[in-house]
């Protein structure tokens, strides 16, 4: 069974995205009824966070840039701190659709972590060259860890579960692509099971993309640099994680 809206945190990391965020945060609301939509403001020098505050919103704001992997810690502790037993990622530059979202949600039953994957048979999103290939063996890689087969293990379009949420909150990898790639390796080797669900991708609605084809060669290197030093890094422990997340199931 789908879990409760009122215990379902969408979270929206946010850097500069003055020209989206609004709208983002409407049709989330208006999609989504009953869930609760945080934006991280990740240190943003515009306007996005009093938008979102003005859309509605509950806005927490970051003194300065950290990335998405520390904005998404922000978020998980928020939603440990105030009982949440889910928590959605969503992009805030409009391409991830807030309608996908209970497909991901349904997935929960048998999963601790489901992403929403581009490369899995629905929608158009390319990804070409260099970027494409260095996704393709990422996700070969991972799917080993992981156990079960993964196409799109750098979607940032992702559900977690309350063993999950317990986990990032004190194990969210901030760095440069950690926030993707790290995460799924993290949880995996934590006991996390993980899937996905086919998802169609949008255009922005603003905003400038954070890649563009001449920074194929840079994106290939610390894809695997982050790759690298998720399975150097210790795994947490199991016991510890289900121990914790016991703990907050009693108290809620």
């Known amino acids: 069974m789908p879990p409760s809206p009122s215990r379902v945190l969408i979270v929206l990391p946010a850097f500069n995205e003055e020209e989206s965020i609004g709208a983002v945060i409407q049709e989330v609301r208006s999609t989504l009824p009953g869930m609760t939509c945080l934006v991280v403001d990740d240190g943003s020098k515009d306007t996005t966070w009093r938008i979102a505050d003005r859309a509605g919103a509950k806005v927490v704001r970051l003194p300065f840039n950290l990335g998405v992997g520390g904005a998404m810690r922000l978020g998980f502790r928020y939603a440990v701190e105030n009982d949440f037993d889910v928590v ?4 805030a530059d409009g391409q991830h659709d807030p309608a996908a979202v209970p497909q991901l949600l349904e ?3 048998g999963a601790d972590i489901v992403i929403g994957a581009r490369f899995a048979g629905v929608g158009d999103y390319q990804a070409g060259g260099i970027r494409r290939f260095a996704m ?4 070969s890689v991972l799917s080993r860890t992981a156990k079960t087969r993964l196409t799109d293990t750098t979607s ?3 559900a977690s579960g309350p063993r999950a949420v317990a986990l990032f909150a004190d194990n969210y990898p901030a760095e440069y692509l950690g926030d993707t790639i790290e995460a799924l390796v993290i949880a995996a080797r934590a006991g996390c099971r993980i899937t996905q669900v086919p998802v169609a991708m949008r255009a922005r609605t603003g905003g ?5 084809p001449f920074k194929a060669a840079v994106y290939l290197l610390r894809a695997f640099v ?3 030093f998720a399975y150097l890094r210790p795994a947490p422990s199991v016991a510890t994680l289900d121990l914790r997340t016991t703990q907050e199931g009693a108290s809620a």
């Open 88 to 91: 959605v990622q969503i992009d």
């Open 107 to 109: 997935k929960l039953d």
């Open 136 to 139: 393709r063996v990422i996700a």
């Open 156 to 158: 940032g379009f992702k």
């Open 208 to 212: 400038r993309p954070s890649h563009n």
């Open 226 to 228: 982050a790759l690298g």
